[in-house]
């Protein structure tokens, strides 16, 4: 399984981006996926997760309202959608996921998560 994050970029505050991670040589119906970010200096925080048919999504708090997680099991897909951004927002972000056998289940720790993406960078000017 490998995962390929993209579309990070440089925005104003207040601005948008669209986060995609896309789920290779593997089944995403079949894992609980998450997104982490790493901001220089910091330990990786955990963002948002995404049960297996996106019955459940929870969020980090500072991001509730602004960010929106969903994925796209038909292509493979994770989002996350992030509107008004803030300059605390700059970050790495990472996408991971783990098999679940359960359709209702989440995991907020990185430590939970098997497979990872690259990171794709998030910095948001002010």
């Known amino acids: 399984v490998q995962l390929q994050a993209s579309g990070g970029g440089l925005v104003q505050a207040g601005g948008s981006l669209r986060l995609s991670c896309a789920v290779l040589r593997g089944t995403s119906s079949t894992f609980v996926m998450a997104w982490f970010r790493q901001a220089p200096g910091k330990e990786r925080e955990f963002v948002a997760t995404i049960s297996r048919t996106s019955f459940l999504q929870y969020y980090e708090d500072s991001v509730e309202g602004r960010f929106t997680i969903s994925r796209d099991n038909g292509k493979n897909m994770m989002y996350l959608q992030m509107n008004d951004l803030k300059p605390e927002d700059t970050a790495a972000y990472y996408c991971?996921?783990?098999?679940?056998?359960?359709?209702?289940?989440?995991?907020?720790?990185?430590?939970?998560?098997?497979?990872w993406g690259q990171g794709t960078q998030v910095t948001v000017s002010s």
């Open positions: 991971a996921a783990v098999f679940s056998s359960s359709l209702r289940v989440t995991h907020r720790s990185s430590e939970n998560y098997r497979y």
